[in-house]
């Protein structure tokens, strides 16, 4: 049984850096085909996707926000890091981390378990 | 890179059938046959309903199916149930080796 949990700082200041960790069971991200990904949603707004590691390391970032973004992996903790520097209140919002399984094409990017989602408010 | 453009909002009565849209470009939805649809009942976590513009995940009802024409695609929903009233959003690969959603579209069931 697959399972994802998002975990971090409810609230952090605003230029800080936020650090988020996703923690999973179920999976190996070891395993070829695996990823975990990040989406965030601002209150009562939409979905946007943020960021993508795959098993063998290589990642993929919202264009709009690569500069303020860095996604890494622990393989032995089973966990899976993203950190958004500069933060601000526009940044407030739902995170919540995704599992993904490349099958035959890792540019599909599907979502099939996600995790509850934690909510960070950046606020001074 | 700019959201997918949906309706803001559909409904329908029970038994009914509803297609929502997700509008694109040549450089995602029309590019590329990587389209999947969410539902996201309030206060939850999406959850997958189609991946690759047509393909149903163990567990999701018959009732549910995608399509896709030019740099357009749809979500229709045949035999509406009061438990289908959520929020769909639409997401694709995009040729920026990036992905992006939906402006989502929230469903009521009359």
């Known amino acids: 049984q697959i399972t994802l949990e998002e975990s971090g700082p409810t609230v952090v200041k605003p230029t800080q850096t936020l650090t988020l960790t996703c923690t999973f069971s179920?999976?190996?991200?070891?395993?070829?085909?695996?990823?975990v990904g990040w989406i965030r949603q601002p209150p009562g707004k939409a979905l946007e996707w943020l960021a993508l590691i795959y098993w063998d390391g290589h990642r993929r970032y919202n264009p709009s926000l690569r500069s303020r973004l860095t996604i890494t992996k622990d393989t032995s903790e089973d966990r899976v890091v993203l950190t958004m520097t500069y933060m601000d209140p526009v940044d407030t919002a739902t995170y919540f981390c995704?599992?993904?399984?490349?099958?035959?094409?890792?540019?599909?990017?599907?979502?099939?378990?996600w995790g509850q989602g934690t909510l960070v408010a950046a606020s001074s | 890179q700019s959201a997918l453009t949906q309706p803001a909002s559909v409904s329908g009565s029970p038994g009914q059938s509803i297609t929502i849209s997700c509008t694109g470009t040549?450089?995602?939805?029309?590019?590329?046959?990587?389209v999947s649809w969410y539902q996201q009942h309030s206060g939850k976590a999406p959850k997958l309903m189609i991946y690759?513009?047509?393909n149903r995940p163990s567990g999701v009802s018959n009732r549910f199916s995608g399509s896709k024409s030019g740099n357009t695609a749809s979500l229709t929903i045949s035999g509406l149930q009061a438990e289908d009233e959520a929020d769909y959003y639409c997401y694709s690969y995009t040729s920026r080796t990036s992905w992006v959603f939906g402006g989502g579209t929230k469903l009521t069931v009359l």
């Open positions: 040549t450089s995602d939805v029309g590019r590329y046959n990587y």
């Open positions: 690759d513009v047509s």
């Open positions: 995704g599992h993904t399984d490349c099958g035959s094409d890792c540019y599909s990017g599907h979502f099939d378990y």
């Open positions: 179920g999976f190996s991200l070891t395993t070829d085909g695996v990823g």
